[in-house]
């Protein structure tokens, strides 16, 4: 049974383009939560999703971040307009949902390593 | 949310057992207590969690206290493979990641 996936494991971009990072969760997994980790610190929450769903975006920038979980296909966490303070390790975990939200187990993903140059 | 409080680092010798505590005095009556752990910059791995009794499995086991304000995470026999930063969550509406504690295991 494949963990969660992620990728690409590394993404570089250039100021102002646009980052878009996979993640597929676990089979039979339908809750996804992503996370971000600056160098040196812990994991921040930044947004929980459901199929086709955001149930939680508390920890998500108001400003040029999006994340969607289709129905059909991984999740997508979307970062418009970099810019170098994004450069960080963005991990996806997945839950399968039984106990309902953010108390289920969480299985993380390896991560991308997203660079802004 | 509970917020909790680890030490920031911890040595321990190898073969030996590693005790990692943890504050949580503000967890309330629905939060589990998890632990992960984080290798290097992989993704975190997961351990083991409870809410209050104490748990063991293959990986390591978890004594909650009495009171839940505190529990201990013990690592029976901690090998090399073992260092990494661990990091205990009261969760509630949120699994939150603070610092850890960074463990070393020594030969």
């Known amino acids: 049974n494949a963990g969660v996936m992620q990728n690409p494991r590394h993404l570089v971009r250039r100021r102002g383009q646009e980052a878009r990072l996979r993640c597929s969760p676990m089979k039979g997994h339908s809750h996804v939560y992503w996370y971000r980790q600056l160098p040196e610190e812990g994991l921040k929450f930044m947004v929980y999703?459901?199929?086709?769903?955001?149930?939680?975006e508390s920890g998500m920038p108001k400003e040029r971040f999006s994340a969607e979980f289709p129905k059909e296909g991984p999740s997508i966490l979307r970062i418009q307009q970099v810019v170098r303070g994004d450069s960080a390790a963005y991990f996806c975990a997945s839950s399968i949902g039984s106990a309902g939200g953010l108390t289920d187990t969480q299985y993380f993903g390896p991560g991308t390593r997203l660079t802004v140059l | 949310d509970a917020k909790t409080t680890q030490p920031p680092s911890m040595d321990c010798a190898e073969g030996r057992a590693a005790n990692l505590p943890c504050n949580h005095s503000?967890?309330?009556?629905?939060?589990?207590v998890y632990w992960y752990r984080q290798i290097h910059s992989q993704g975190p791995q997961y351990i083991i969690h409870g809410l209050k009794n104490n748990e063991t499995n293959e990986m390591a086991s978890l004594i909650i206290t009495e009171d839940r304000k505190s529990s201990t995470l013990i690592l029976p026999h901690a090998t090399l493979r073992d260092t990494a930063v661990y990091y205990c969550?009261?969760?509630?509406?949120?699994?939150?990641f603070g610092t850890g504690t960074s463990l070393t295991v020594i030969p």
């Open positions: 999703l459901q199929k086709e769903n955001i149930i939680d």
């Open positions: 969550i009261a969760t509630g509406n949120q699994f939150y």
């Open positions: 503000t967890i309330s009556g629905n939060e589990y």
